[in-house]
């Protein structure tokens, strides 16, 4: 589970801050059992304590977060935290699970800017590789990034967010700049995500959507390597499908640990 929003506000109020205007589709106790949750970094919108504090299993769940983020889930009652900083690993399972740079900030109340660190995730079973963006603006240390990592199945990277982009642009990219940012890691297909569920920028509510559709197609991507899901639509993986590729190209797919 990824950065979980399902409360009603991105705020530490129940009663005021941004505000969705798309109902979640479910509440956490509905996902059934998690076994692993991976935070990216701190902002209420990706750490939603009015969502975490639903999770029956917080004394056996494991959290792979951030570096400096370990003390916000121990004095909660989460017991199993691994706290990553950038190109360290871990395993959720048989997952293997790389905390990667993203160009953003991290900051929960007035007096703990940049106290924890922020980041993006690689996840690899057997060859077949996601990566999760969390937060990010575009910079030249994706193109590291995909020199290193890639290439990379399918990546979900933030699109919305963006306007006004002097106040922004070091913060989240734009759609044309998560196309770019795909593009620089390897990626083989996109998921546009972190759009059109609550109001934190100036943009209009369905404009990433289509900026990010047209940007991809320009650069290259088909149509079917395009993802936009509706919240609350379910998307299958063709893992089992990639690995008898790779079996069958000769590429070694490494064993499950």
């Known amino acids: 589970m990824l950065d979980p929003f399902l409360g009603n506000r991105a705020s530490p109020l129940s009663f005021a801050g941004p505000r969705r205007f798309i109902p979640a589709p479910l509440g956490i106790t509905d996902l059934g059992h998690v076994d692993t ?19 029956p299993n917080r004394e056996t769940v494991e959290v792979i977060c951030p570096t400096g983020l370990a003390h916000w889930f121990t004095k909660r009652g989460f017991k199993n935290v691994t706290e990553l900083g950038w190109h360290h690993v871990s ?31 690689l996840f690899e079973y057997q060859g077949f590789k996601v990566y999760f963006g ?33 106040l922004l642009r070091s913060e989240h990219a734009s759609p044309e700049g998560a196309v770019e940012m795909g593009k620089a890691i390897g990626a083989n297909a996109l998921l546009g995500m972190h759009w059109g569920t ?40 063709n893992v089992q499908e990639r690995i008898c590729e790779l079996e069958a190209t000769g590429t070694e797919v490494p064993e499950t640990r």
């Not at 949750?37 to 999770?55: A, E, F, G, Q």
């Not at 790389?98 to 993006?120: E, K, M, Q, V, Y």
């Not at 995909?146 to 982009?165: E, F, N, V």
Request: glycine share 8%; aromatic share 10%; proline share 4%.
């Open 37 to 55: 949750l991976v935070i990216s970094h701190n902002h209420y919108d990706h750490l939603c304590w009015h969502t975490l504090k639903h999770l």
């Open 91 to 121: 395993y959720a399972g048989d997952v293997k699970v790389t905390a990667l740079p993203a160009i953003h900030h991290s900051r929960r109340g007035l007096f703990d800017a940049n106290s924890s660190l922020w980041a993006s995730f």
């Open 198 to 237: 609550i109001e934190l920028s100036e943009e209009e509510t369905f404009e990433p959507a289509r900026r990010f559709t047209e940007s991809a197609l320009k650069a290259g991507y088909d149509e079917q390597d395009i993802s936009l899901p509706s919240i609350g639509e379910t998307v299958a993986l």
């Open 134 to 166: 969390g937060d990010s603006a575009m910079g030249p240390v994706f193109r590291q990034t995909g020199h290193k990592y890639g290439p990379i199945d399918l990546a979900l990277i933030g699109i919305g967010a963006y306007a006004l982009r002097k």
